[in-house]
Structures are given as C-alpha cells and as structure tokens.
C-alpha cells in the first residue's frame, strides 16, 4: 500500500459518519480526524466571548486559534454547537484557515480517515477512496431522537426533524464548499442499514482499493 493512504468520509448530519469511521480507523490502525469538531471549536469560542456568530473576521481569529490536540467531544456534541458551526462554516475565511490543518492531518503515516462534508471535494481530493454516507432525513432524525431518548432524556421528533432538514439546506445550499458527493465516491445509503451493514459495506470498498494499490 501506498502510504500515508487516506479515507475521505462525507456526508449529512447524522448520516452515521462518525461511528463509521471510527470503527474504519481502528480496523485499519488509522488516525482518525472528526473535521465537524473544528468547526464546531470556532463555533463555541465565539459563543463563549459573547461574539456575533456573523463575523467573518472574528471568526477567522478564532479559527486560527483551534488545536486539533485539545478538541474535547463531549463538550463540542451539544445540539446548538452543531447549529452555531453550519453558520460559521459558510464563511470563506473560515474554511480557508482550516483547510491546511485539515490537509496535514491526512498526511499522517500509515493512514487517516477524515470525516466531514468537504474531505473528498475540497480537502483530500486525490483521497484513494473517498465513500459518501447518506440516510434519509426521516431515518436521521429517528436516529438522533433514539439516541436521546435511549440515553434516557426527551426529544421532540418533528423539532429534531426540522432541524436535520435546516441543517442540509445550509450545508449543501452554501456557496463555498458545499455538502456534495465527490465524482468519484462511493455512494452508501444507510437509510436501510445496520451499523455493522455500513461497516462491512464501507470495508469492501476500502478492501478492494486497497488490494489494487498492494
Ligand atoms: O459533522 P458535524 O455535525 O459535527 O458538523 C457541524 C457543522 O460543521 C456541519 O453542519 C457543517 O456546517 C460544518 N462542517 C463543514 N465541513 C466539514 C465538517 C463540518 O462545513 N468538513
């Protein structure tokens, strides 16, 4: 294998990317990079100076200041993080300063797996497989609501569901950068699918990338 050898994950909010491809980077023995949290670290640190989530300056300055080291999921997942971050992620100045932190993380030995919306357009464009994760917006939102619910909180179906469906508008709708699948990805639609499904599906792929390039 060609090395450093990188997987290009894409896709909607909750189309199951992250799960995906945490267990791709273990199965491989590949670092793994959740491109969302550094969008979502901009988003939070204009949130807690108290700053418009409008200005593109500011938020360039508080893009240039996120460090992959101490991105902290647990505190980045909240709900109004992801909302505050498809605001901020349409500004060029922003998805510029973040593009080279992205691209250097690919280059590790002896692979990555990046996981976003713009890795296989944008960011990693010669990714050897690049594979877009896709699901229904009903089958989403029903996906977060079991998430919530299971881990024992409330959530309203129809509010999660608009929400899934405002956050596709921005995110596809944008000029910079929009949510696309590139040319060449494979297209996996998880509406029907089991986590483990998706796992073995997304493993062929890799698999046979992999054997061509041995
Ligand atoms: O994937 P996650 O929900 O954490 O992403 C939060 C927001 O960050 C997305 O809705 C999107 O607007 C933005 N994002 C992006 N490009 C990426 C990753 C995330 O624009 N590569």
């Known amino acids: 294998m060609t090395t450093p050898f990188t997987i290009a994950i894409d896709g909607p909010a909750a189309a199951g990317k992250g799960t995906l491809s945490r267990r791709i980077a273990d199965q491989y023995g590949f670092h793994h990079l959740d491109t969302g949290l550094i969008y979502r670290a901009t988003a939070k640190a204009l949130l807690d100076a108290g700053l418009p989530l409008d200005d593109e300056a500011m938020a360039e300055t508080m893009a240039r200041k996120v460090d992959l080291a101490g991105l902290d999921r647990a505190v980045l997942s909240k709900h109004e993080i992801g909302e505050a971050a ?115 599906a997304a493993k062929s792929i890799i698999d046979a990338v992999l054997s061509r390039n041995a």
């Open 86 to 200: 498809s605001k901020v992620a349409v500004m060029p100045a922003v998805r510029r300063t973040l593009v080279e932190m992205q691209r250097t993380f690919s280059r590790k030995e002896p692979g990555t797996v990046l996981d976003g919306r713009d890795i296989g357009t944008v960011i990693c464009p010669d990714a050897p497989v690049k594979i877009y994760v896709s699901a229904s917006a009903e089958v989403r939102a029903k996906r977060r609501y079991d998430e919530i619910t299971d881990a024992g909180g409330s959530a309203d179906y129809q509010a999660i569901f608009e929400d899934v469906k405002r956050r596709d508008a921005r995110d596809m709708g944008r000029t910079d950068s929009p949510l696309r699948p590139a040319e060449d990805a494979h297209l996996l639609d998880t509406s029907e699918m089991s986590i483990e499904a998706a796992f073995q």
